[in-house]
């Protein structure tokens, strides 16, 4: 875990509802973000070397709208957007802070390789690396949580809220 971002263990409850987001038990993890309902969206994996990618969406709605995207070419399309210089410059801060570059990518590859928009996107919502990657994904989203037919426990939390 990152000692730059001190966030408690992952309660029993939260594990639950990270293993029912994910649909398996998931490897030892820090909750980093959360849904407007208040449940985990994002989370800080523990460091392993079978596990590259630190910052990990659970959220199923996020996870469905940062996937239309990416389906939509929207991987591509960022890379060219953003530029390798960019993009790079966020792989040499994550592999400085946590290790490895964003979601594994190998060093001496593809110059500016953007292989997962979840990932980058995980980075800026935790708070742990903003990066235009992310930003350039989020400004692309339209209702990127509280989809009824993908999260219905979030929607009826948040009716009881209101």
Known sequence: MNPEHDLPR???????VVAGQLGREPA????????????????????????????????PSLTAAISRIEAGGGVRRAQAEI????????????LRRYGSRVAGVGA????????????????????????????????????????PSRCPGCVGRMEERA
């Open 10 to 16: 992952a309660s029993g409850e939260e594990r639950a």
């Open 28 to 59: 030892p993890f820090r909750v980093a973000a959360r849904c407007p309902a208040g449940l985990p969206s994002v989370i800080e994996n523990e460091r392993r070397r079978e596990m590259p990618t630190t910052f990990w969406v659970t959220c």
């Open 83 to 94: 530029g390798a210089e960019a993009v790079d410059a966020v792989h040499a801060e994550h």
């Open 108 to 147: 001496g590859g593809e110059p500016g390789r953007v292989k997962c928009l979840h990932a980058f996107t995980a980075l800026q919502l935790s708070g742990a690396l903003p990066n235009p990657v992310a930003a350039w994904t989020l400004e692309r989203l339209e209702d990127p949580y509280l989809d």
